[in-house]
């Protein structure tokens, strides 16, 4: 059981060049997100997917296009990379833990680390 | 809306010394409140949240949390420091009303621990 996966861990890239980034779950989770986190800042969503076939925007969502492929996997697109868009993204899913009141949690992935010179 | 304030963005505490991270929180709704931990260069991991079943919440790794209706307030914290704590905290309210359970974040409190 992995959990949520990222791929890749890190990525540099040149203002315009295109990337997508990856994100997997194994917990058969309905809900899955999108984060950047900014030194000061905290997390800020991106995007967010409720569930397959849907996909909200969230705080930040210029500059980037998410796709939830199926139920497992959730991508983020930056179409033309811009040094702002330097930071860490994170995946998240969601899904019902400890049950008694139905509260739920975000499961976070590893993070990958992207510069855009 | 909902909101999260965490109070101090860096503590420094020596190994053995209580720690005490503070958070104060704005919510329409009955709010859903969580601590996550990020160690350096790492993802975050839950360590406690709060359900409206008790008032005092036991985390992980001794840490523990009490949530105050009067005062919108939900403040981490541990007996004795180890320098394994030393990491970045964060404090999140579930957005709730309908906002698909999105977190929001507060802007994080490093914790530094001294030997």
């Known amino acids: 059981n992995a959990g949520v996966t990222q791929t890749p861990k890190f990525q540099v890239l040149k203002t315009g060049q295109s990337m997508t980034l990856q994100c997997a779950q194994d917990?058969?989770?309905?809900?899955m997100y999108w984060y950047r986190q900014d030194p000061g800042m905290g997390l800020r969503l991106i995007y967010y997917?409720?569930?397959?076939?849907?996909?909200d925007k969230g705080e930040v969502p210029n500059g980037y296009n998410v796709s939830r492929l199926n139920k497992r996997e959730f991508s983020l697109r930056l179409e033309s990379a811009a040094p702002s868009q330097t930071s860490v993204y994170f995946c998240?899913?969601?899904?019902?833990?400890?049950?008694?009141?139905?509260?739920?949690?975000?499961?976070f992935g590893p993070g990958t680390r992207l510069t855009v010179l | 809306a909902q909101s999260v304030t965490q109070l101090d963005s860096h503590v420094s505490v020596s190994e053995g010394t209580p720690v005490l991270l503070r958070c104060n929180y704005s919510?329409?709704?009955?709010?859903?409140l969580f601590w996550y931990v990020q160690h350096p260069n790492k993802g975050l991991q839950l360590l406690l949240k709060?359900?409206?079943?008790?008032?005092l919440v036991k985390g992980i790794n001794g840490f523990e949390a009490e949530f105050k209706k009067s005062e919108t307030s939900f403040h981490l914290t541990k007996p004795s420091a180890h320098m394994s704590d030393a990491a970045e905290y964060f404090c999140?309210?579930?957005?709730?009303?309908?906002?698909?359970?999105?977190?929001?974040f507060g802007k994080g409190t490093k914790l530094s621990v001294k030997p």
């Open positions: 998240a899913s969601r899904g019902l833990a400890g049950g008694l009141t139905g509260t739920d949690t975000q499961y």
């Open positions: 917990m058969n989770h309905n809900s």
């Open positions: 709060y359900t409206s079943a008790a008032t």
């Open positions: 919510s329409s709704y009955s709010p859903s």
């Open positions: 997917s409720a569930s397959e076939g849907t996909t």
């Open positions: 999140v309210v579930s957005g709730g009303g309908g906002s698909q359970g999105n977190l929001i």
